[in-house]
């Protein structure tokens, strides 16, 4: 590899900083890296050295993982995978969903938070139908360059679906409890790991039982590289968005399906991301999602935070 001319001082995009961090950069990449921060740049009107340097990181271990090209830009070369895959896991295929009854208008009416949750198990095609039509594929189109692009059922900037889903099946039909990743496009759900989780939740959500009286949990984790070779740092701001549209999804089929829903952003953020194995940086969890069958029990509204000063975020 043929190391790039240090930049002249103050008359380059990239700062002596940054310079000093990756010496041992190629030519190419060092094209690659002025275009992407002149952009950022160009967006936030400045940035830290540290900023700059944790960009530049960002957008070389991305270049590893993709094949590579004269321009990182061009589409779809630069465009990382959309559904994260499992290598021989077991795999979990979703019954086809029936479809939800109501009007818009009805379940908009109807849509509530509750904790309350009954102790039947929830049935598979019952969180099938949630998944499938919250967060499911919605269509395909062409776009990025690519013929067959998934469009899903809830919106995101741009169309590129930073927003995975994760399952913890506490009490669901047949699926045996563990952690799950929801494979969209394939309608499967894929063991991340097996196990009785429902104490971990309850410590991961700050001690609140909602988690543990739940027949599953869903968990929205965010992807960052899907979304910043096209938007740049701004797009930190924009994945909470999807999520948030993703979330909403989730109420409004759970409650046209009889479902109890409830939303979770107290959460520890290490331990909630070692919960569904991402490393909280690439990937990071924002939302946790309580679902049960509808029922009459008020013990899964207790909220207990524990004082402990260990709490990591």
């Given at each position: 590899?043929?190391?790039?001319?240090r930049p002249?001082?103050?008359?380059?995009?990239?700062?002596?900083?940054?310079?000093?961090e990756?010496?041992?950069?190629?030519?190419?990449?060092?094209?690659?890296?002025?275009?992407?921060?002149?952009?950022?740049?160009?967006?936030?009107r400045?940035?830290?050295?540290?900023?700059e340097l944790?960009?530049?990181?960002?957008?070389?271990?991305?270049?590893a993982e993709?094949?590579?090209?004269?321009?990182?830009?061009?589409?779809?070369?630069c465009l990382?995978?959309?559904f994260k895959?499992?290598?021989g896991?077991?795999?979990?295929?979703?019954?086809?969903?029936?479809?939800?009854?109501?009007?818009?208008a009805e379940v908009?009416?109807?849509?509530a938070?509750?904790?309350?949750?009954?102790a039947?198990p929830?049935p598979l095609?019952?969180?099938?139908?949630?998944?499938?039509h919250?967060?499911?594929?919605?269509?395909?189109?062409?776009?990025?360059?690519?013929?067959?692009?998934?469009?899903?059922?809830?919106?995101s900037?741009?169309g590129?679906?930073?927003?995975?889903?994760?399952?913890?099946a506490n009490l669901?039909?047949?699926?045996?409890?563990?952690?799950?990743?929801?494979?969209a496009?394939?309608?499967e759900l894929?063991?991340v790991?097996?196990?009785?989780?429902?104490?971990?939740?309850?410590?991961?959500?700050?001690g609140?039982t909602?988690v543990r009286?739940?027949?599953?949990?869903?968990v929205?984790?965010c992807?960052?590289?899907?979304?910043?070779?096209?938007?740049?740092?701004?797009h930190?701001?924009?994945?909470?968005v999807d999520?948030?549209?993703?979330?909403?999804?989730?109420?409004?089929?759970?409650c046209?399906?009889?479902l109890?829903?409830c939303?979770?952003?107290?959460?520890?953020?290490?331990?909630?991301n070692?919960?569904?194995?991402?490393?909280?940086?690439a990937?990071?969890?924002?939302?946790?999602?309580?679902?049960?069958?509808?029922?009459d029990?008020?013990?899964?509204?207790?909220?207990?935070?524990?004082?402990?000063?260990?709490?990591?975020?």
């Amino acid at each position: 590899m043929t190391s790039a001319r240090r930049p002249a001082s103050g008359s380059d995009i990239v700062s002596d900083h940054v310079f000093k961090e990756l010496q041992d950069v190629g030519a190419d990449d060092w094209v690659m890296i002025r275009r992407a921060l002149a952009r950022v740049q160009a967006e936030t009107r400045g940035l830290r050295a540290l900023d700059e340097l944790a960009i530049v990181q960002g957008l070389l271990a991305a270049r590893a993982e993709i094949a590579p090209v004269a321009d990182f830009f061009d589409a779809p070369s630069c465009l990382p995978p959309l559904f994260k895959d499992y290598p021989g896991s077991t795999v979990w295929r979703l019954p086809p969903p029936s479809e939800p009854g109501g009007t818009i208008a009805e379940v908009l009416r109807r849509r509530a938070t509750s904790y309350a949750h009954d102790a039947r198990p929830l049935p598979l095609p019952a969180l099938s139908a949630l998944l499938l039509h919250g967060y499911g594929i919605r269509e395909y189109t062409q776009a990025y360059g690519i013929d067959r692009f998934p469009m899903r059922m809830a919106p995101s900037a741009g169309g590129l679906q930073p927003v995975n889903l994760y399952v913890v099946a506490n009490l669901v039909g047949e699926l045996p409890a563990g952690v799950y990743y929801f494979h969209a496009e394939a309608a499967e759900l894929r063991e991340v790991k097996s196990g009785d989780y429902r104490d971990q939740l309850v410590d991961v959500c700050m001690g609140q039982t909602m988690v543990r009286s739940a027949q599953a949990v869903a968990v929205l984790t965010c992807s960052l590289d899907r979304v910043m070779w096209r938007y740049g740092l701004r797009h930190y701001r924009t994945v909470h968005v999807d999520a948030g549209a993703v979330m909403q999804n989730l109420y409004l089929v759970g409650c046209a399906r009889g479902l109890s829903i409830c939303a979770v952003g107290g959460f520890f953020d290490a331990a909630a991301n070692e919960l569904v194995g991402v490393d909280g940086r690439a990937e990071f969890v924002v939302l946790f999602v309580a679902i049960g069958s509808a029922g009459d029990t008020t013990d899964s509204a207790t909220i207990e935070v524990s004082p402990s000063p260990q709490r990591q975020r």
